[in-house]
Structures are given as C-alpha cells and as structure tokens.
C-alpha cells in the first residue's frame, strides 16, 4: 500500500470545528508526552493534555492551544477532539495573562469555597495559552 | 356607554403591547438562530465521540466501567430543564407537568386507588428558574439548584453539571440520573422527553458494541493509555457532552417556543385592535347622527 502523501488533520471542539485542512505533519501533546505524526502513521488512539499543537504544512507552522482531549490517528488522518482548542494567533494575550493572574490570585488566597481542581485547570489553561501565543513550545512538564 | 376617547385609549395601549411582543419576536427569532448553530456545532464532536467509544466498546470490557454498570434503581436522581424566563408558551408548564408524573411514579403517588408505598427513594436536581419556583412551593426532595444557564451556555456549566452527577452516581448517591428537558424538535415544535443518563444506556454505543467479538474491526489500532483507560478518560466526557446537548437543545426549544408565542400575541394583538377600531367607528358615527338628529330636530321646532 503506498503512503499517502499528506494527512487532514481537523480539530474540532464541542463549540464548532476549528481547523480542517491538508498539512504535512502534526504533533500533538499526547497526555503521554508529546508525539510527531507524518503521513502513513499507525492508526492510533491517545488522549491529550493540555498543551501545543503544532501543524505544518511545507515550511508554515501553526500553533494551536489545547487542553483535555483525545486524539485519532490514521495513515491519512488525525482527527483531535478537544474541548478548548484555539489557534495562536487567536489568543488575547492580555485576557490570558488577567486569566493567569485570577487564578494565581485565588490559589493564593485559598478561600474556603475556591474550587482548587477549577483554578488550577484555569492557571494550566493561562498559562498555554499565553505559551503558544508566544510561539514557543511549553516548558517540560515537571 | 364607552365614550370614543375611552377606545382611543385602549387602542393606544394594545398597540404598545403589540410592540413590545413583536419586538420580542424578533428577538428570539436572532437568538433561536444562535442557539440551532451551536448544536449543529457540537455535532461533529458528539459524533465523532461516539465512534471511538463505540469502538473502545468492542474491547475494553465495559461492563466493568462503573458508569456503565446498571444496579438496582433504589435512590433516582431527576434533573429538570426549564427555562429561566416566561413568555413561552407552555414551554415550562409541559416540562414541569412531565417531571411532576415521572416523579409521582417513581414515588408511588400515581393513581388515587393505591395507597402510599414509596417505591423509590427520589432526588431533583433543578436547571432552571422556572422550575425551582414551582418546586419551591411543592414536597419534592431538591437536591441541586442551577440558575441562569440560559443566557450563555458554555462548556463549563456542562462539566461542572456532569461532573457532579457522575461524582453522586459513583458514589452511591443514587443509581440512576434520569433528565427532563425539552427537545428541540423544529422551530414549532417542542417535545418533553425523559433520558437516562446515567448509568450510561448501552444502546448508545451502537448495536453489537458489547458482543464479545463484534465482527471484523476496521482499525486496529495502538492504544495509548491503554484501552481501559482510555475508555475510562473518554465516559465522563461522552456524559458531559450529553449535558451540554441537552442544555443547548433547552435552549434552542425554549427560543423557539417563545417565538411562536410571540408571534401568536402579536396577531392577537392586532385582531384585537380591529375590533376596536370597528366599535369605536361605530360609536364615533351613532354620536354624530345623532348630533346631525338634534341639529335638525331643532331647526324643525323653530319653524
């Protein structure tokens, strides 16, 4: 069976559908590390963390922010659910930085009805995205 | 007898309420368009979902998964999907009107021959502002109180809902959610319907999904984490997804009802200035006949 030559990648989230389109390579932030995915892959099931996406197609890099999904690959085709999804160049760097903050503030102060599981969701989630819109990959996750 | 300005004055006022139900119209009309593009949003997701699970099915014994494993019904949980606002026909009132038989079922209060044996232990969880006015005035055991959903359904509301019900049901709390809401069927047309939600029915993955062996797969392929996992990382999605479908078709029904409400009071509202425009005509022309009558007459008795 020859290899495809591309892979259509999509990535849709509960909210509507973000990205479809041909690209030459994806690599995604499988919740067991980070994962590169060529044309002709082994079909594949993992879910995500909350990280980077990245997209190429010839020398075009795209980013995108992702958190709490999973991810379907085939020979010609990655399919990644996720519930928040958003593209690099869509990120409000100062609403995520004012997210970063509210959340940090709120671990701190440790009130007796902060929702901890929530805030520190809300921190990770600032935190990507604040990563991604810069370009640079996320830090290893410690 | 009605005097002509005393018409005029009604007919001010009709006119206004017209307006206002008309305006509402269109409202709803721009929101129910909002409210059906995001469910059509949310379907390649939903769908998309539901075949790797169904896949995941096929192998990863889901009978051991607790949120699929179905124990005697003892202690329910009733989640009821209202409206937060009014002026919807009888949107909420079917809704309520549902959940009051399905309770009363569960509970052994149907019927006036039998006498009380509550079979079922009954919980309510309410979405709704229209709901808990009516349950606050009723017996009903109210666990859960959620207002103000409606204007923006978000993600985050359906996580927050699905994670507390798979927390309760996981823990014992009570064996089966069962929700009541209203299905967006068409824009006229509003169904009350009564889903189980949890345990999660079977039939949802598809049919042949539990047999051991369902046939030839199409993809084989590597899981990572494995499939038991996997499967258990994916449940309380799928059930989250399901919560946020609900809410938004709430949603969209509850436009839509309102639409043909308004749209129904804003026809009334015009036949009923018709007809008052007609009577005040009729008084206007009897008064001036008979001025004209008094007019005359007089001139007659100078003669």
């Not at chain 1, 659910?81 to 102060?109: F, K, P, S, T, V």
């Not at chain 2, 824009?187 to 369902?214: C, D, H, K």
Request: charge should be positive.
């Amino acid at each position: 069976m020859p290899l495809p030559e591309s892979i259509h990648l999509e990535v849709v989230t509960p909210e509507r559908r973000l990205v479809s389109e041909v690209v030459d390579e994806v690599i995604l932030p499988g919740s067991e590390g980070s994962l590169g995915v060529l044309p002709g892959h082994t079909p594949l099931l993992t879910t995500l963390g909350i990280g980077e996406l990245v997209y190429r197609r010839g020398g075009d890099r795209r980013y995108v922010a992702i958190a709490w999904g999973f991810a379907e690959v085939l020979p010609e085709r990655v399919s990644i659910l996720a519930e928040i999804a958003e593209r690099a160049e869509g990120i409000d760097r100062e609403r995520a930085a004012a997210a970063r903050d509210r959340a940090l503030r709120r671990l701190r102060e440790r009130a007796a009805e902060t929702d901890f599981v929530r805030a520190q969701a809300a921190l990770q989630k600032a935190i990507i995205r604040l990563q991604v819109s810069q370009g640079i990959g996320p830090s290893e996750p410690s | 007898m009605a005097n002509v300005r005393d018409y005029r004055t009604r007919i001010r006022s009709v006119k206004s309420t017209q307006q206002i139900t008309r305006a509402m119209k269109l409202v709803s009309a721009s929101k129910l368009r909002r409210a059906q593009d995001l469910i059509l949003a949310a379907r390649p997701y939903a769908r998309k979902m539901l075949e790797v699970l169904s896949s995941l099915a096929a192998r990863a014994h889901p009978d051991r998964h607790p949120l699929l494993q179905r124990r005697p019904e003892e202690k329910v949980l009733v989640v009821v999907v209202t409206a937060d606002k009014g002026l919807c026909g009888s949107f909420n009132t079917n809704i309520v009107n549902g959940a009051r038989a399905f309770l009363d079922e569960l509970l052994g209060r149907s019927g006036s021959t039998a006498g009380p044996r509550p079979t079922h232990q009954v919980q309510v969880d309410i979405v709704g502002r229209k709901a808990r006015d009516w349950f606050r005035r009723r017996d009903y055991p109210v666990r859960r109180v959620l207002v103000d959903l409606f204007r923006d359904v978000t993600l985050e509301d359906a996580r927050d809902i699905a994670s507390n019900l798979i927390e309760g049901f996981s823990g014992g709390e009570f064996d089966g959610v069962h929700l009541v809401y209203n299905e967006f069927k068409s824009v006229m047309q509003q169904r009350v319907v009564r889903e189980t939600l949890l345990p999660i029915p079977r039939a949802t993955f598809g049919p042949g999904a539990f047999t051991a062996s369902a046939g030839a797969q199409p993809e084989d392929y590597i899981y990572e984490p494995d499939q038991e996992a996997l499967f258990a990382a994916l449940l309380p999605k799928h059930v989250m997804i399901q919560v946020h479908r609900v809410l938004l078709e709430s949603a969209a029904a509850e436009y839509g009802a309102r639409m043909t409400a308004m749209e129904n009071a804003t026809r009334n509202a015009g036949e009923m200035i018709d007809s008052l425009t007609l009577q005040m005509n009729k008084i206007r022309q009897a008064s001036i006949t008979k001025e004209i009558l008094e007019v005359v007459s007089g001139a007659e008795a100078l003669k």
